[in-house]
C-alpha cells in the first residue's frame, strides 16, 4: 500500500474528482454543495461501478466528499490492494455504505458484503446504496462485546451524521437515545453461517475494543485483515484506549500498524485527544499477500 497507487475511484461520476489535491479543495467542495442546496438539491447521486448509484446529502459534511470521491481515499486504496474477487467484507459501522459500495464492486458476484449498521436512519441509506449488488447485505444492528438490547446515541446534527455511538461510550444525554440490537461478532457470524472472511473494516466510535472482545473465533480461526479507525478520546470514554486495543489484537497474533496517505507506518501510541486509521494484519501474512 503506497501512496502512489493511482486513485481506485477514477471512474466515479463527479466533476470535482478530477482537481488534484490543493489547499482549499474542501473548501471548494462545499461552495459548490451550497449551490446545489440553495435551489433545492440536497440530495446527489454519482455512480463508480456500472448501474450502480450511490446517493448522498449534500447538508452533511462526510457526505459531501463521498459526492466528490475525496473521502478517506487511504481506506479506499487500502481496500484496492486488500480485496479481491470472491473475497468477503464485512463493514463495521457502515454508515450510509461508502465503503461496502466500494468493495461489493471490488470482490463481485462470486464475493459478499456485508454491512452493519446501528443508527436507523443511517441504515436507510446504506441498504438504498447497496441495492444494485444482490450479494451485498445490510443489517442493523451494533456490534458490541455480546448479545443484548444497547442504547444508542444518535448523532445530534444532519450535518454530522456519522458521530452517533452507543451511549456506553459516549454518554450524551442531549442526543436522540434508541434501542438497538447488541450482537458479538461472534455469534453474529455463527448465526449467518459465516465460514470465511478476507477484511473488516471497523469505525465504531469507541467501541473497537468492545467489538474486539466479541470477536475471538472470528480471529483465530477466520484471520482477517482488520481496517480500524481508533480515537483515543472515545476509547477511554469507553474504559479501554489504543494500548489495550494493540495488547488484544497481539494476543491474536495480529500486528497493528498506522495507515496513513497510503502507506503503514510503525505503531506508536495516541495522544489523548488523537484519532488514526490502522491496520491490523495477522501476523503469518507478508506484505505481499496483500497485493
Known amino acids: 500500500m503506497t501512496g502512489t497507487d493511482p486513485l481506485p475511484i477514477s471512474r466515479w461520476q463527479s466533476r470535482l474528482l478530477s482537481l488534484p489535491a490543493f489547499p482549499g479543495k474542501l473548501r471548494l467542495i462545499n461552495m459548490a454543495a451550497a449551490a446545489l442546496r440553495s435551489i433545492g438539491k440536497n440530495t446527489q447521486k454519482v455512480c463508480l461501478w456500472d448501474d450502480a448509484e450511490f446517493c448522498v446529502d449534500l447538508r452533511d459534511r462526510i457526505q459531501r466528499q463521498m459526492w ?9 486504496r487500502a481496500l484496492r490492494r486488500i480485496l479481491r474477487a470472491g473475497d468477503v ?6 454508515h450510509i455504505g461508502y465503503h461496502s459500495y466500494f468493495a461489493a ?23 438504498r446504496n447497496l ?18 438490547k444497547l442504547i444508542f446515541a444518535r448523532s445530534e446534527s ?22 438497538v440490537e447488541g450482537v458479538s461478532l461472534d455469534a453474529w457470524s455463527e448465526r ?3 465460514k470465511a472472511v478476507r477484511a473488516a473494516k471497523m469505525d465504531v466510535e469507541g467501541s473497537e475494543f468492545a467489538v474486539l472482545q466479541g470477536a475471538v473465533r472470528v480471529l483465530q480461526n477466520m484471520r482477517p485483515i482488520l481496517l480500524l479507525e481508533m480515537n483515543e478520546s472515545l476509547l477511554r ?22 495507515l496513513s496517505d497510503g502507506s503503514i507506518q510503525t505503531w506508536r501510541a495516541l495522544a489523548a485527544d488523537e484519532s488514526v486509521d490502522c491496520v491490523a494484519i495477522p501476523k503469518e501474512f507478508t506484505e505481499a499477500e496483500l497485493q
Open 68 to 76: 466528490c470521491g475525496c473521502y478517506e481515499p487511504h481506506i479506499m
Open 158 to 179: 444532519i450535518k454530522e451524521s456519522g458521530w452517533g455511538a452507543l451511549a456506553s461510550v459516549h454518554n450524551a444525554p442531549e442526543r436522540e437515545q434508541i434501542e
Open 131 to 148: 441495492e444494485a449488488f444482490p450479494y451485498a447485505h445490510a443489517e442493523q444492528c451494533a456490534i458490541w462485546s455480546h448479545e443484548g
Open 192 to 194: 449467518i453461517g459465516l
Open 237 to 258: 470514554q469507553a474504559g479501554a484506549s489504543a494500548v489495550l486495543v494493540e495488547q488484544l489484537l497481539c494476543t491474536h497474533g495480529y500486528k497493528l500498524s498506522v
Open 105 to 127: 464492486g471490488l470482490v463481485g458476484p462470486s464475493g459478499r458484503v456485508f454491512a452493519l449498521e446501528a443508527d436507523p436512519g443511517n441504515y436507510l441509506r446504506l441498504k
Open 89 to 94: 467484507f464485512l463493514d463495521l459501522g457502515a
